[in-house]
């Protein structure tokens, strides 16, 4: 059984679109969160979540909206898409407020030409 | 200064060698210390957790806080290549303020 995961697993796509990742988590867990992982490797979070409430909105674009339309599941949805918007988008989960035992999903890479 | 740094290698060891992993921070408020391993496209998956200074053991691998000089280590035994992977380091303070990852090292074990 897959406890974290992402959809789509690869999105390419031109500059100026809107696109949406999907991710669901089956662990039960309370928080999710969302990353950004660079060309460099450098995994940085974006949001979190807790309940389906934000609880960390670190400083990004107004273009990237998370969801959550229940504790299972956080979407991330990214307006008029830039190139400097192709990453690694990896998904995560932990327990209550626990941020130390993240459960990571595989991760969409994201291509915008 | 980066509030994390971690040599990002790559690092290449042979089959057997013991391997040494490590992570110098600037925020004295931090608690909590965590390596993460992250296999070539694959999420990170959590390794070791450990609490404030000390040691801790799990098998082959062996994590080593020492919060007076804010260095974390991550020692790996008789390393073999399903261990070549990104090594990221990540701490926060309490109740996960400040959470945050190292950059990574990246390790080559060769058989």
């Known amino acids: 059984d897959t406890a974290v995961s992402q959809t789509p697993k690869y999105l390419v796509t031109q500059m100026g679109n809107d696109k949406s990742i999907k991710c669901e988590q089956n662990?039960?867990?309370?928080?999710m969160y969302w990353y950004k992982q660079d060309s460099k490797k450098f995994l940085k979070i974006m949001f979190s979540y807790n309940n389906k409430e934000l609880i960390i909105n670190e400083t990004v674009p107004n273009r990237f909206s998370p969801k959550s339309p229940d504790k299972a599941h956080l979407n991330l949805h990214i307006n008029s898409l830039e190139l400097g918007d192709s990453a690694v988008y990896f998904c995560?989960?932990?327990?209550?407020?626990?941020?130390?035992?993240?459960?990571f999903g595989p991760g969409t890479r994201l291509t915008v030409l | 200064q980066k509030e994390v740094e971690q040599d990002p290698g790559p690092l290449s060891v042979p089959e057997g060698a013991i391997v040494s992993l490590n992570c110098t921070y600037s925020?004295?408020?931090?608690?909590?210390f965590m390596w993460y391993r992250q296999y070539s496209r694959k999420g990170p998956e959590l390794l070791m957790y450990t609490y404030s200074s000390g040691n801790k053991e799990d098998g082959r691998f062996t994590a080593q806080v020492d919060k007076s000089s804010k260095y974390i280590s991550l020692f790996i035994r008789d390393s073999q290549p399903s261990d070549s992977a990104t090594y990221l380091c990540?701490?926060?303070?309490?109740?996960?303020?400040?959470?945050?990852f190292g950059p990574g090292t990246r390790l080559s074990v060769l058989p």
């Open positions: 662990l039960g867990h309370d928080t």
């Open positions: 990540a701490m926060s303070g309490d109740y996960g303020q400040n959470f945050v």
């Open positions: 925020n004295s408020a931090f608690q909590y």
């Open positions: 995560a989960s932990s327990l209550g407020g626990d941020y130390n035992e993240q459960f």
